[in-house]
């Protein structure tokens, strides 16, 4: 009986050991079924263990996630493709498991207890084991985490993460397949374009060479970024604002300030500032005094009056804009005082 009892106290550890899978036979077994399945091993709170247990001379990239939608994460089922994907790549890409990593998804469904246990309370969560034996095994044992808090759903991050923290191996790249809807339907719009441009090009070339147009358009992108248009969006300025008694003021004092309408009013006059002028954005407003009427008004006389072939229509052109220049000078000169109260200078009938 003593011997007997001494022979099974010895049997049993060697059973118990032959029981036992090697590391390297876990490996191979899970990385047969990754292959055939193309895709993250699912796991539950059976499996999870199992997968990750020590000793392990191969890496576990798991992805904790909820996607069933009374859960409400709309990041982890954005995700999932992705993830889907990473790991269809890296395995195709590495079919004899020279990297050794395996990949698998626990949803929350299937492992309530590992969540418990691991006290997550966001997801998706993404977690890497390394090796815990073997030559770049880490004494620890502590998983890295990837940061899903920039609200990333996309793959390319997640495996050039992987990629830096693997030690060594192939790093397979990120096979995306080809999307023949958005080929088809860029190669359909691109095939539109011409045909629409060879079908109107007799109309649209003698539009797009007018130098009326490009120069209006030109004095459109001068008045809008010179009459302080980007200056109201930055100092999210008011409108417009009570001027204590009552009324409405339209301007506001002080080279320092100004209202949503001032700038409208001033844009709708003004045309260029001086470039040697280094001062705020309301004082090169008011020492815009080729405004666009200004413009108008001076190139008529330039170039229309002198066209003119009868005289009396000529001469009262010219005493036409004549006026025209002189009150719109006098009402910039009016504006300018209104910002700054000193300016001693004035011109009728403002």
Same mark, same amino acid.
């Not at 493709?81 to 998804?105: M, N």
């Not at 009324?247 to 709708?268: D, H, K, P």
């Given at each position: 009986?003593?011997?007997?009892?001494?022979?099974?106290?010895?049997?049993?550890?060697?059973?118990?050991?032959?029981?036992?899978?090697?590391?390297?036979?876990?490996?191979?077994?899970?990385?047969?079924?990754?292959?055939?399945?193309?895709?993250?091993?699912?796991?539950?709170?059976?499996?999870?263990?199992?997968?990750?247990?020590?000793?392990?001379?191969?890496?576990?990239?798991?992805?904790?996630?909820?996607?069933?939608?009374?859960?409400?994460?709309?990041?982890?089922?954005?995700?999932?493709?992705?993830?889907?994907?990473?790991?269809?790549?890296?395995?195709?890409?590495?079919?004899?498991?020279?990297?050794?990593?395996?990949?698998?998804?626990?949803?929350?469904?299937?492992?309530?207890?590992?969540?418990?246990?691991?006290?997550?309370?966001?997801?998706?969560?993404?977690?890497?084991?390394?090796?815990?034996?073997?030559?770049?095994?880490?004494?620890?044992?502590?998983?890295?985490?990837?940061?899903?808090?920039?609200?990333?759903?996309?793959?390319?991050?997640?495996?050039?993460?992987?990629?830096?923290?693997?030690?060594?191996?192939?790093?397979?790249?990120?096979?995306?397949?080809?999307?023949?809807?958005?080929?088809?339907?860029?190669?359909?719009?691109?095939?539109?374009?011409?045909?629409?441009?060879?079908?109107?090009?007799?109309?649209? /070339?003698?539009?797009?060479?007018?130098?009326? %147009?490009?120069?209006?358009?030109? =004095? *459109?992108? #001068?008045?809008?970024?010179?009459? @302080?248009?980007?200056?109201?969006?930055?100092?999210?300025?008011?409108?417009?604002?009570?001027?204590?008694?009552?009324?409405?003021?339209?301007?506001?004092?002080?080279?320092?300030?100004?209202?949503?309408?001032?700038?409208?009013?001033?844009?709708?006059?003004?045309?260029?500032?001086?470039?040697?002028?280094?001062?705020?954005?309301?004082?090169?407003?008011?020492?815009?005094?080729?405004?666009?009427?200004?413009?108008?008004?001076?190139?008529?006389?330039?170039?229309?009056?002198?066209?003119?072939?009868?005289?009396?229509?000529?001469?009262?052109? /010219?005493?036409?804009?004549?006026?025209?220049? %002189?009150?719109?000078?006098?009402? =910039? *000169?009016? #504006?300018?005082?209104?910002?700054? @109260?000193?300016?001693?200078?004035?011109?009728?009938?403002?």
């Amino acid at each position: 009986m003593r011997v007997s009892a001494a022979f099974s106290a010895f049997l049993l550890p060697l059973a118990a050991l032959a029981a036992k899978k090697p590391a390297e036979d876990r490996f191979q077994d899970y990385h047969t079924q990754q292959l055939s399945s193309a895709a993250p091993l699912k796991l539950d709170d059976t499996s999870y263990p199992k997968l990750t247990s020590a000793p392990r001379d191969y890496s576990v990239a798991v992805l904790l996630t909820a996607l069933e939608s009374r859960f409400g994460c709309k990041l982890c089922n954005d995700f999932q493709p992705e993830w889907d994907l990473l790991a269809k790549s890296w395995t195709k890409g590495d079919k004899q498991g020279e990297s050794r990593i395996i990949f698998g998804t626990l949803n929350f469904v299937d492992g309530k207890d590992t969540f418990q246990s691991l006290m997550l309370q966001t997801a998706p969560v993404l977690l890497l084991f390394h090796p815990t034996t073997g030559p770049h095994a880490k004494p620890d044992g502590q998983p890295s985490r990837f940061d899903f808090s920039s609200g990333t759903d996309r793959a390319d991050p997640v495996h050039a993460w992987i990629a830096r923290q693997l030690p060594s191996g192939p790093h397979p790249p990120l096979s995306r397949p080809v999307n023949y809807v958005k080929i088809i339907t860029v190669v359909t719009a691109l095939l539109g374009a011409v045909t629409f441009f060879s079908v109107t090009a007799p109309y649209l /070339v003698p539009i797009l060479q007018n130098r009326n %147009l490009w120069a209006a358009l030109s =004095l *459109l992108a #001068v008045l809008l970024f010179t009459s @302080g248009h980007m200056y109201n969006h930055i100092r999210k300025v008011p409108y417009i604002s009570g001027d204590g008694k009552g009324g409405i003021s339209y301007f506001a004092g002080g080279f320092q300030n100004q209202f949503g309408l001032e700038t409208q009013i001033v844009a709708a006059m003004c045309m260029s500032s001086d470039p040697t002028l280094h001062l705020t954005q309301s004082i090169q407003l008011m020492y815009q005094f080729v405004d666009g009427v200004l413009s108008f008004a001076t190139i008529s006389l330039a170039l229309k009056v002198p066209r003119m072939a009868d005289p009396r229509v000529q001469q009262i052109a /010219v005493f036409v804009w004549g006026a025209i220049i %002189l009150g719109m000078y006098s009402f =910039l *000169l009016s #504006v300018f005082r209104v910002k700054n @109260g000193g300016y001693p200078f004035w011109l009728p009938p403002f």
